[in-house]
Each structure stands twice: as structure tokens, then as C-alpha cells.
């Protein structure tokens, strides 16, 4: 039995160094110690969380949804697609690259160099333009980190850019005063490249001799030393996976712990106030227990690092009830058609998530028009929005996405009152929308409302209620029926104030508050009412 066990320790040894190993599953990996304290790995401590009030105050943040699949600048999920046969990203990248088997996304990271990125000049304008915290990306499904990573060689410092991505973005928040969040993608990594396997996806580290990724080995990157998932050929059937069911292939250990270790370092390293998570409530979540690992030492070790006080916030998708006691729901490019008990979060893009030049040609962006009125639904049903702002590959943030965070401004710069701070009020809203059944699917996707002067939100603060219909109405008259007279939620109202112009004349009675509006608008994109009651 010894001679076995010598013997097997002797082959994997040979094996490592020709490079037949993934690093990975080199020797077992020892998870980071979490931080200990107030909270438990276990849902049942976890529940006793409380959203801290900045991030219910901030309202709005923005994202750099930016990494290597924003080089080729053919839109999100790059990475994967590119893999497949008969997928536009396959089509361009063989044009712009070559064959993926000689040409990989491991061959695209190197092309990546953010020559045109910085980040101080693009925090100070996110902070200009109305953002209250910034999120960068810290890894996506490409399983490449945006930062020294202890446990990642493939990494923003060692290849690509050659820079500290995450540590930049923070210095500039940290200069700025705006709270840093990261987002962390990378533990579907394991199934997201399993058509790279097709093609660079099961090269070694022996097969680097004389390139330019020589001493790296691309199963750190790509994780393909593995069986296939069922239908893993049908390029849509990750999104049937994605809670880890219905034939996904099981990680390894190893994998789960250095996603574990690597989320670890970053929020060690970077003290991020928001972890942003884009899995089904956590990661390896419901196979495994890393995800609660990782609440339990970001709560804990904030509480340590401030003296006692909660700062941080953890989002994920497709929360049930027990989670959202623990955790803020994210929606993804959708919001919920009635306000929600507990605070939560919209992320949407401009665009695509990650960039894509053909968005910009064709003008595809979201207007300001469009931001402002999500925002403003969002902010009534006790939500943030994140809005995600792409990135050229080069780090540039392009002419028209400038235009509209600058019509964004201009709004914000009026109005933002009614936003920051705010809290629901008894009615969330009227109008045919408000009215109307529009459940999210799956982790969101309902956005795209067709909002008008007939659809009003309304939020409270101090004695003021802020009544904003998502439209200018016809005529310069607008009827609140929510602040109809005899209401029992509502008493005297004293004044009737336009932001950006001032007092209007109003009339209230059993019908609604009846309000004039000037032929001078303030802004073109919405008016906002502020309205103060006993």
C-alpha cells in the first residue's frame, strides 16, 4: 500500500512538470480562513442582516462591465459564442483572428491592452453625472481577474493590459468618496468554456513552449480537463444549468475553493462596500456552501473594519424569501411591477454588457429619457438601479454614451433630490402601468416599459412627497389622484413646488390634486413635483 501511494505521488509529480496536469488539481487547495465574528455560514444567522442605510440612500451606481471580451468589441458572452460554429462571434472572430484552435480567447486576452483607460478621469465623471457608488468588474464567465490575483495567474497584472484594473478603479473611488463594489462571474466558468474543448480548450502547460504564454497553463484559464455536460453543444443550454441541474457538469473541489479563495483576496485586498454576484443566489449555490462562506466573512469583516457598523452589501439573482433576508436581490434588466419589502437593485446596461461597436453604429444605446424614467420606477418600489456604461476594448467611454450620461447630468442636476434619500411612500404609483401585472422572468428581463405622463411614481422624504409622471403631460395639466382630497394617508397640502422652477398653482379635491405646470420646462425628459403635506 506504500509503494502505492509513493509510487502515485511519484507519477503526478512527473505529470506537473511535463505540464499533463491542470494547476489546479495539482495537490489539494486550502480554502482562506473568513473573517469570524457576529455572523455564521448559515442562513438561519445570516437573516439577522440589515441593508445598510448608504446604499438605501445612494439610489444610483455605475458599472464598468469592462474586461478582455470587450476587445474584439462584438458584444457579451464573447468568450463562449466564439466557440461555437454558426454564432455571429464565431463568424467575426475567425475573420478578425483566425481559427479559435490556433487563434483562442486565451490569444484575445493578449491583444488586450487598454491603452485609452483611466480611470480617474471616468470616475470623476460617473460621480458628475449623479453616480453614488461604482462597481467594476473583478472577473467574468472567462475566468480571467482584474487584479494581482493571489490565486489566478491568468490576471490583468501578468498578461493584457498589465495593470491593476480592480486596485485602479479603487484608488479613484477612494479619491472620489464614492463606495466601491466588485462583481464576481467566475465560478461558471467550469461549464461556460466547455466549447472551447472543441478547439484551445484542453492545451496544457507543456503546450506553451516558445509562445507567448509560455509558463502559464490554460487550464488555470480555461477549466476543460473535464466531461461535457449534456448538451453542452447546444450553445443555449448553459441557461437550463445555471443552478448547477439538469445535466450541468459538477465542479471540482478544487475549482470551488479557488473561486472561493480568489473572491476572498479581492474583497481583502480592495475592501469593497458591494459584492455583486451573477449566480442563482451564490456561487456553487445550492451544490455546495462557498457562497454563505463568503457572506458570513464580507459581513463580518466589515463590521471589524468600521467599528461595529454595517457597510457591505452582497446581491444576487432568483432570490426566494430566506435569502433576501440575508442578501439584496438583483434583477437583471427588469423590475418588479410592485415595491418590494426589502431593498433591492436593477443592473441594466446602455447597451450589451459587454461592448459592441455595432450597438454604437446603429445607435442602440438606451437614451437618458429612458434611464431616468427606469430610475425613477425603480427608486419608488424601494430599488436601485446599477447602470452598466461600456467600455471600448481600448478603456475609452465613446462620444454617445458621453452624450447621454451628460443629458443624464442635466436631469440629475434638477431633480436628484427626489431620488437620493428617498423612501417609498403609501402609493408607489398610478397610471396604466402601475396598474398593470408585469412579473420578471427568471433573474428579470422585463424592462422596455413604454412609460408615459399618464404613469406616476411617487416617494417620500421628510414632509415632502415627490410626485414625478414619467412624461411631460399635454396642455401643462396633470391630475394626482393618489393626493385626492379625504385620502387617510395624506392631510393638508401646504405647497406645490416644480424642481428647476418653482411654485405652481394646484387645486385639490375628492377627485385629485389638480396642478398647472409652466409653458418653461426645467428639463425635457420629466417633471418632478415637490409636494409638502402635514
Known sequence: ME????????CGALLMLAGLQPALAQQPVKAEPIQ????EPTWESLAKYECPEWFRDAKFGIWAHWGPQCEPESGDWYARCMYYPG????????????????????????????????????????KSVGARYFMTLGNHHDNMD?????????????????????????????????????????SHAWTWYEGAQDYDGKLTKADGKGKWWEGYDP????????????????????HRQWAWGNGASQPSEAFKTNVFNRTLDVVNRYNPDVLYFDDTVLPFYPISDEGVRILAHMYNKSLKDHHGKQYAVVTGKVLEPQHKEAMVWDVERGIP????EKPWQTCTCLGTWHYERGIYDRNGYKSAATVVKMLVDIVSKNGNLLLSVPLRGSGAIDDKEVAILKDLKAWMDINSESIYGTRPWTVFGEGPL????NPVKAQGFNEGQKYTAADVRYVQKGKYVYATPLGWPEGNSLELKALRSGVPYCGKVKKVELLGYGKVDYVRDGEGLKVTLPDTKPNEIAPVLKIKVK
Not at 36 to 39: I, M, V
Request: negative net charge.
Open 337 to 340: 411591477d410592485r415595491p418590494q
Open 87 to 126: 454564432h455571429w462571434q464565431h463568424k467575426v472572430h475567425v475573420q478578425k483572428y483566425g481559427d479559435p484552435k490556433d487563434f483562442g480567447f486565451k490569444d484575445v486576452i493578449n491583444e488586450w491592452k487598454a491603452e485609452e483607460w483611466e480611470p480617474d478621469s471616468l470616475v470623476r465623471f460617473y
Open 146 to 186: 482584474l487584479w494581482d490575483s493571489k490565486y489566478q495567474p491568468w490576471n490583468s497584472v501578468n498578461m493584457g493590459p498589465k495593470r491593476d484594473i480592480v486596485g485602479e478603479w479603487a484608488a479613484a473611488c477612494k479619491k472620489y468618496d464614492l463606495p466601491l463594489g466588485v462583481s464576481i462571474h467566475a
Open 3 to 10: 509503494n502505492k501511494t509513493i509510487q502515485s505521488v511519484f
Open 36 to 39: 469570524t465574528g457576529e455572523y
Open 219 to 238: 487550464q488555470d484559464l480555461y477549466q476543460q480537463q473535464h466531461e461535457r455536460s449534456k448538451d453542452s453543444k447546444d450553445i443555449g443550454a448553459i
Open 434 to 437: 402601475a396598474e398593470a401585472s
